[in-house]
C-alpha cells in the first residue's frame, strides 16, 4: 500500500512571486482549500513544503509555498509531482478507495474465474471505469457500478467483478 499519493503535477509557474499552476489529480480542486502541507517530488529527492496560499484559475489550483517568493525559485520543479502523506488525505467516504490502492489488484469473476490485473483507473464523471489487462495483454473496461463490481478487497488485492453480457465480446 502507498504511503504517499499524488495530489496533482507543478504544470507552470504563475506570475512572478513564486506561485505555481498545479493541475489535479484528486476528485476535487476544494481540496486544495484544506491543504496546508505537501511533499514535492523532485529528480534530486523530496522537499516538504508548506502551503500558503491557494486559489484557482480553470482547471488548475494555485498554490503558494512558505519561502518560495520568486518564479526562479520555483521554475525548477515543472512537471513534478505534488504528494501527500495518508495522515494529511482527505478521509474516504464508505466504498471509497484511492486510485493506487486498487492499482495492480487481481479481478476475478463472481464465477472464480481470474480476468486479469486492474492497471487504470478511468474517472468518466458519471462512474469511474476500471481497465483490466489480461494475462494475454487484452484490455477490459469494466464500468464501477453496483451490478458490475461486486466486492473490492484490500486485505485480499482482490476485485470481484460480474461480467454484463456482451462484455467481453
Do not use: W
Not at 38 to 50: A, D, N
Amino acid at each position: 500500500m502507498e504511503q504517499m499519493l499524488r495530489v496533482g503535477v507543478i504544470a507552470n509557474t504563475h506570475g512572478v512571486h513564486g506561485e505555481v499552476k498545479v493541475f489535479p489529480t484528486t476528485d476535487s480542486q476544494e481540496r486544495f482549500l484544506h491543504l496546508k502541507k505537501v511533499i514535492l517530488m523532485t529528480k534530486r529527492g523530496q522537499i516538504p513544503l508548506e502551503v500558503t496560499g491557494v486559489k484557482f484559475f480553470k482547471q488548475f489550483a494555485i498554490l503558494k509555498f512558505k519561502g518560495y517568493d520568486n518564479i526562479n525559485d520555483i521554475e525548477m520543479y515543472k512537471g513534478c509531482d505534488l504528494m501527500v502523506t495518508r495522515e494529511d488525505a482527505v478521509p474516504l467516504e464508505e466504498n471509497e478507495y484511492y486510485i493506487a490502492d486498487l492499482l495492480g489488484m487481481e479481478v476475478v469473476t463472481d464465477e472464480g474465474k481470474k480476468l486479469g490485473v486492474l492497471k487504470d483507473v478511468l474517472q468518466t464523471g458519471a462512474n469511474d471505469v476500471y481497465v483490466v489487462t489480461t494475462k494475454e495483454g487484452k484490455e477490459i473496461l469494466l464500468p464501477v457500478i453496483d451490478e458490475c463490481i461486486l466486492d473490492v478487497s484490500l486485505e485480499e488485492n482482490k476485485v470481484t467483478a460480474h461480467i454484463m453480457p456482451g462484455l467481453l465480446d
